[in-house]
């Protein structure tokens, strides 16, 4: 037997409860990783709260590092005692978990097992919202919202890495001290920010805005944008936008407006190889610094997702089992 966290139906955080569990056994083409951390990232709060469709009793956790520990039928390029992680694994929360040997990341030398569970979901996030979703060039003026947190951090130091402007937001003075560190080149406070975006450019707005933050920033994004600018909508934690009519683009500059997700940036080998290696190359040469702002047991997952919630975490939450 072994240790998970199982919530049992939907709800708060205190639906996930550590609960004994029957070690799980690698099929054909998996891998059994024994857990060194796993990734708290804000889509297990949509999973855990019924906002997105998941089967109950349900262990959350797509992100996690390790050590293999067993492999199943057919698994050749990944060996027991290996380092590794994963974006796409599933049951993290939990001292053994599972993934499919294709996704598995090898964790290369310089990268610490704790920074190998910070880095996948949100660095390859970083990485595919700046290359593939608008590419990002030299000179470019960036608006990024939450530059505090986890995908944030990582982005904004990308960013500023490629040259362009970048003008970020966040909702304390800590977070405002952290995004500054990152690089951001101006910090606002969400309160009326997309005027002052607009007096920063002159009155031309920017040219792509990434919104992690939903509901309550979706408005002010797309008044921040410059003629022909995109706004990247890429998560909801303040809540999901409403329906929009789409011929506000029009007369709002011809605008563009996309919702990407990681998994469509994830189609086949070569693409996982290129972000995760990009991005785990940048943490080992030191030229990305991953900030672990929380760390918590594994018991204590409710706790990890109250705080992650409520805005109180910075960087990457952990939790270790
Ligand atoms: P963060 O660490 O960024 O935490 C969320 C942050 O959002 C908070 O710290 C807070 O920063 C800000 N925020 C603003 N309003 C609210 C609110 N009402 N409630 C809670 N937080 C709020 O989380 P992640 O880095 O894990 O994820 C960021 C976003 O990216 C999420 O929306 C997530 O779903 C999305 N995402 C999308 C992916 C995709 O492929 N589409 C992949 C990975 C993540 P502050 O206090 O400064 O406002």
Redesign the pocket.
Known sequence: MTHAIVARQPGGPEVLELAEVERPLPGPGQVLVKVAAAGV???ET?QRSGAYNVAFPFTPGGEFSGTVDAVGDGVTDVAVGDRVATAEGSRGYSEYALAAADRILPVPEGVDLLTAAALP??GM?AHYLMNSTFNVQPGQTVLT????????LLLLQLLKARGARVIT????DE?EALAREAGADVVLR?DGFADKVREITNGDGVDVVFD???K?TFEGSLSSLRVRGMLVL??????KVPPFDLQRLNSAGSLFVTR???GHHLQNPQERRWRSGEIFAAAANGSLNVRIGAQYPLAKAAQAHTD??A?R?TGKVLLVP
């Open positions: 990232n804000f889509i949509y979901l949100q996030t919202h939450a530059g505090a947190g986890g995908v944030g937001t966040v909702s304390t977070k969400y992690g933050v939903g309550d890429f998560g909801a934690a303040s809540g990407p997700t990681i992650l919630e805005r975490t």
